[in-house]
């Protein structure tokens, strides 16, 4: 978000300010140097002066230029050492800057959007590029960084579409698996042999140990990946839009994939898992709209909310045997019709199918098996569901409004509160054996 005004403090003597227009340009003073906080010209080509009133120009303030559209060239003063936050966000026409020798940091979202940057040549005293620094700067096709960099923010280039190489510095010790997301013509990341904490594996981005996936490049070309061995962690964002993926196999686990690694992969039709535990984050595959096969293997998996939202061409699903725990993941995966869980506990959290449309069967094998508030409501095709032995928990409102809903074979001990089956067609049938259920309220159906 744009920053709309500067908190100064006051600490004695130490420090004086003062705010005040220089020509096109507006200024702060702090100890003896210049801060530009905004500019009111109308120029194509700035030139940022190197003193006003004797004192030297060292920063470019937060939002100083923020949505300017008239500018198409800037030089900055040889003493600034700091861009601020979104300085030059949303200035369209901006295709070239000169950063002074001075530079040694550049702040979130500093040249955002700054659709026509062609290049930029990052300073050699640069340390740190922040968050979302150059997101969307849609005609950028080549930035060099420093041997000096340490800090690539998270979203620093995302949606550099034309972007085509990355090369990180050896001194680079932090980035973020979202720093590249969505540059569609990015083929590959490399990696500086010196540097101890990262490497690239096929212009994959790895930390040194191979143990964490950070990147991959979205304009690759192979289609089909597989994760290597090893591997137990998907960086955020990791996969972000990568145009070209069609199939993802995936190591034994244990395995995190963060949140949203996946995301908006319109090509991606199959994900295959090997045994082991798997948690898969806040939309890791969403919006993936081709995804038709998940194959899930034996091991605990847990899936977090969003995980396969908008996956609207997902039809059935198994998981095999092991405990499992699903979020509210699948809202808009309008064909998803038919869901089967193997052996295991399972807990199927609050709304976590809610409204599936196409959603017609779901059966669970022998274990323990929690269903959550409103897991079902509202499924209006849906017509069988089975349960094996072990105890079951139904929430309330579960089943409610699945008005096609005829076959309801429980188990022997279920316990079944408010609402559960409302508006459903059929009666529920009991396994053999002793009934032990605990019904809360007569207001069942």
């Given amino acids: ?116 940057l062609v290049s930029v040549a990052v300073p050699a005293r640069v340390v740190a590029i922040g968050e979302w620094a150059f997101f969307g700067c849609a005609g950028l096709t080549s930035i060099a960084l420093p041997q000096s960099l340490t ?66 490049p979205a304009g690759s070309g192979a289609g089909a990946y597989e994760v290597p061995a090893g591997v137990t962690h998907i960086s955020s964002g990791a996969f972000f839009d990568a145009s070209n993926l069609t199939e993802i196999t995936f190591p034994q686990g244990p395995l995190v994939i963060g949140a949203e690694a996946f995301a908006l992969c319109q090509s991606l039709v199959e994900a295959r898992f090997s045994p082991g535990p798997v948690t898969i984050g806040e939309g890791a595959f969403a919006d993936c709209v081709n995804l038709r096969q998940v194959f899930f293997a034996p091991g605990s998996t847990v899936i977090k909310d969003g995980a396969f939202e908008n996956c609207a061409s997902l039809e059935a699903l198994r998981f095999e045997a092991g405990d499992t725990s699903v979020g509210a993941a699948f809202k808009g995966c309008g064909r998803l019709g038919a869901l089967a869980f193997a052996d295991g506990n399972t807990r199927i959290e609050n709304s976590a199918f809610e409204g599936s449309p196409a959603l017609a069967e779901v059966s669970f094998a022998s274990g323990s098996i929690g269903i959550g508030d409103r897991a079902f409501a509202g499924c209006g095709n849906l017509e069988k569901l089975s349960f094996g032995a ?28 408010d609402g559960a089956f409302a508006g459903a067609s059929g009666t529920p049938v009991y396994q053999t054996g002793s009934l032990r259920g605990f019904l809360h309220s007569r207001r069942l159906f």
Avoid at 84 to 97: I, M, W, Y
Avoid at 393 to 406: I, P, Q, R, S
């Fill in 390 to 417: 072990g105890r079951v928990a139904v929430g309330e409102d579960a089943f409610a409004e699945c008005v096609k809903l005829t076959a309801i074979n429980l188990a022997r001990n279920t316990q079944i509160r």
């Fill in 1 to 116: 978000m744009r920053s709309t005004g500067f908190l100064w403090l006051f600490l004695g003597s130490a420090l004086a300010l003062s705010g005040q227009n220089r020509g096109d340009f507006k200024t702060a003073v702090s100890n003896g140097s210049v801060t530009i906080t905004g500019y009111t010209g109308n120029a194509a080509a700035v030139t940022v002066p190197d003193t006003v009133d004797s004192l030297p120009v060292t920063r470019i303030g937060a939002g100083a230029f923020y949505g300017n559209t008239n500018i198409t060239s800037v030089a900055l003063p040889v003493k600034v050492a700091a861009i601020g936050d979104e300085a030059f966000a949303g200035c369209a026409k901006l295709a070239s800057v000169s950063l002074p020798l001075a530079l040694t940091s550049i702040g979130n979202g500093a040249f955002a959007r700054c659709a026509s």
């Fill in 151 to 216: 800090s690539i923010g998270n979203g620093a280039f995302a949606a550099c579409v034309n972007l085509t190489a990355v090369a990180l510095p050896p001194r680079v010790n932090a980035v973020s698996g979202a720093a590249f997301a969505g540059c569609a013509g990015l083929a590959k990341i490399t990696v500086h042999e010196d540097n101890p904490l990262f490497k690239s594996l096929d212009g994959v981005l790895f930390d040194k140990t191979g143990a964490v996936l950070i990147a991959y």
